[in-house]
């Protein structure tokens, strides 16, 4: 759960007022759980998709410049993701939005 809740945060502090988030849930064939957090924010390339999801990225200046912690959200679920060997993956073009992926392994889906 803590995952989903960093996803959403993610998506609103990303997304402007009136802007749309939706969330889309499935069973793979293997019977895995894929959530996809989509939003119409104004998306981030891949240098900012790498610093938000690197270890060493959003250091307390970034943070400090932004004045929020947006975008550490991503990188807490990423950890929390591959501590259950899911899978987390970002595909965000500027301008466009964000859609945040996440699969969980079938050992921890309940059916």
């Known amino acids: 759960m803590k995952v989903v809740n960093h996803l959403l945060l993610n998506a609103l502090q990303s997304t402007e007022s009136g802007g749309r988030i939706r969330v889309v849930g499935s069973l793979t064939p293997g019977g895995r759980l894929q959530l996809e957090f989509i939003d119409n924010g104004a998306g981030m390339s891949w240098r900012e998709i790498e610093e938000a999801m690197s270890d060493f990225g959003d ?52 059916t």
């Open 59 to 110: 250091g307390p200046k970034a943070v400090a410049a932004r004045g929020d912690g947006e975008r550490i959200g991503l990188r807490v679920a990423k950890k929390l993701m591959q501590a259950h060997q899911g899978t987390l993956e970002i595909s965000s073009p500027p301008g466009v939005g964000t859609t945040t992926r996440v699969v969980f392994p079938a050992n921890l889906v309940g």
